[in-house]
């Protein structure tokens, strides 16, 4: 069973698109602010919350494959954040992320699952179960959200590089 289209099918693709579009400008490399760092699993989780609380006729086992898809997705995530290079300033706050890929794939798998939940909902009859769905925006948002603390812990703890040039902006 799954319920029937509504505004919450809407903003969860919205919210995806959004996580996808802020997860590029990051995985394309360069120079962001610290806080950045943390927009992309903020909506990846709202993503994968609404997709767990538009699971009708939930158990506990459905509650836990969502819960262990979330710890398995941060524990890889984490991972992949400890090896990713990084160079922080502190003075400025900004840190200089790697060119990767990881993120950009997380981030469109979830528009591929929210637009399924879209898609079914539409319908009326669920491509897949809501469930799974559910699970895996879980395991993306894990994924997102343990990546992006790990490279911050990294980036606090880094030496000091000037990464912001004083010169050039004026």
């Not at 693709?13 to 394309?28: E, N």
């Not at 179960?129 to 994924?143: M, R, S």
Request: hydrophobic residues 55%; proline residues 4%; contains cysteine.
């Amino acid at each position: 069973m799954i319920a029937p289209l509504s505004l919450s099918n809407i903003v969860t693709v919205a919210a995806a698109i959004f996580c996808l579009w802020t997860i590029g400008s990051q995985s394309s490399g360069g120079v962001v602010k610290l806080w950045r760092l943390a927009i992309p699993p903020c909506l990846a989780g709202l993503v994968a919350l609404v997709l767990l609380a538009g699971v009708f006729n939930a158990t506990i086992s459905h509650d836990a494959e969502w819960a262990l898809s979330a710890i398995l997705g941060g524990l890889i995530g984490r991972t992949r954040g400890w090896l990713m290079s990084v160079e922080s300033d502190q003075k400025w706050g900004l840190i200089r992320v790697p060119r990767a890929v990881d993120g950009l794939a997380a981030g469109f798998a979830l528009v591929v699952l929210a637009m399924t939940d879209f898609t079914g909902a539409a319908l009326e009859d669920p491509v897949i179960e809501p469930q799974h769905v559910a699970a895996a925006a879980a395991f993306c948002a894990g994924y997102l959200g343990l990546r992006a603390l790990a490279m911050t812990m990294r980036a606090v703890r880094a030496p000091h590089v000037e990464l912001y040039d004083t010169e050039s902006a004026r």
